[in-house]
């Protein structure tokens, strides 16, 4: 590890200057593949698009994760379906123009928000179907007030509007673009800093908007977020001084990092659950007791502790606390049953049939170490299981019959479980949309209960049928609470968010010039 360190700090000294003082340089280990919202919802997307882009309102994370306003100085709900935002005036979007309701009726028109499939053209798929299908009409009320309402009583009404994907786009800067691609391309917000430079692959740069509306203010002149794969690569780079900030790094780095010279660590877990998906449409996994000896195999507890030390815990189920009064606390963590999943592969034939389990090597922090441990625990059970790394995420969810097993992570968007669980394995998110799986017709309904009823003790109800339910029949598993801990400079002060979220601004960071 010495040699490799000291062979990288050469590396990196020679081939980049040193970063001006009011600049700052993000070591991470991947860019999205596009910074439009609509197109892409990827943890390293999340890292950036909401320095560029601003929603309705805010999710205060500081103060309890409270709603406050943001672009809207004020709403009103006017019933369970309806909800009225008031537009703060003289908020500017990068280009100059002024915020109104025209940019907000289209932000969240069928055009925008990937409804109208031919809108999109070749930009790729629309993934806000999630969080955004259930909306039925916008309107301007007046020049600075909008009328927003769902097709059904709505639960999380103003949720939805407070974080992603409801960033506010420009409709002229979107109409004269020509097409999302186009658009993507080249962004325009009302954000803390204004798109720059976007070279796929390698690197993101943006610029600090003198004319923000917010008090809080973006703390660089500059930000450069750069693609440097490997960790060593990166934690030499931060302490060569040729990086302020470097992102995934692993629990196993801490002490090092902490120890050196001019570095120090900060962040732990995040309100996002790190799991594994199963593709149930392929033989061999259509079998639900197949699925449920992978869960009861692992020994999570085991896992988390051999990777992450102290610096994250298993969650209870797919939930969160941040549900607040939707959290169920008295809910078991996952069952590990070494002996159950013998008798369960036994029950269903199971004969050493090859199972494929496709991971990357370092999207998630620890996450070929995680399938190496995972594939352990899984042969103890009798499982034979292939593991294949795939250099990307096109790879690694290409559809054919050896598309078994693969990692997600699962943020809380909404603090609650419509913000997570039912997002991701609802009918509407992304894997049941592409047919990895099939969403049961009892499954939706009680998907739909959860959505509109409004009593709560209701709600926890049937969300524990759910949870229930998904354990009998699985398409995946909870692992750990995913972690994001960043490496930083001296100079560089960051106090990080419980979000994949960089907040660049001043309320988060400070630079020393």
Known sequence: ?????????????????????????VAVQRVPDTLDPILENSNVSQRIIFSIYDTLLKVDYRHGGKLVPNLAESWSQIDARTVEFKLKHGVHFHNGAQLNAADVVFTFSPQRIGQDDAALGDAGTAVSKPFLSGIKSVEAVDPYTVRITMKNDDALILQRFANYPSQIVSKAEFDKAGSYAAFASHPVGTGPYAFKEFVAGERVVIEK????????????????????????????????????????????????????????????????????????????????????????SIDRVALTKALYGDQTSVPNGWQMDVFGDMYLADRPLPEFNLEKAKALLKEAGYDGEEIEYRTQNAYYTNQIETA????????????????????????????????????GSFSAYYPDPMGQFWRRFGPDGGWATNKYYVVSPDMIALGNTLATEADTAKRRVVFADMLDRFETDPNGTPLHKL?????????????PLPTEYLDLTTSSLTLEK
Request: negative net charge; without cysteine.
């Open 372 to 407: 190496q441990v995972l594939v352990s625990m899984w042969k103890k059970a009798g499982l034979n299981i292939k593991l294949a790394v795939k250099e990307n995420w096109t790879q690694v969810v290409e559809d054919n019959e050896s598309r078994h097993i693969f990692d």
């Open 1 to 25: 590890m010495k040699n490799t360190l000291a062979t990288a700090l050469l590396l990196v000294g020679l081939a980049v200057p040193a970063v001006q003082a009011a600049d700052m340089t």
């Open 483 to 495: 972690t994001q801990i960043y490496g930083v400079r001296t100079g560089t002060t960051y106090d």
């Open 209 to 296: 908007f003198d004319d923000y509306f917010a008090a809080d203010k973006g703390a660089a002149d500059e930000v450069t977020f750069t693609v440097v794969p490997e960790i060593v690569t990166r934690i030499a780079g931060l302490r060569s001084g040729q990086f302020d900030m470097i992102t995934e790094v692993s629990p196993d780095h801490i002490d090092e990092i902490n120890g050196a010279s001019g570095t120090s660590t900060v962040g732990g877990p995040v309100l996002n659950i790190r799991g594994l998906i199963y593709d149930s449409t392929n033989e061999t996994l259509d079998d639900a007791r197949i699925r449920q000896a992978l869960n009861l």
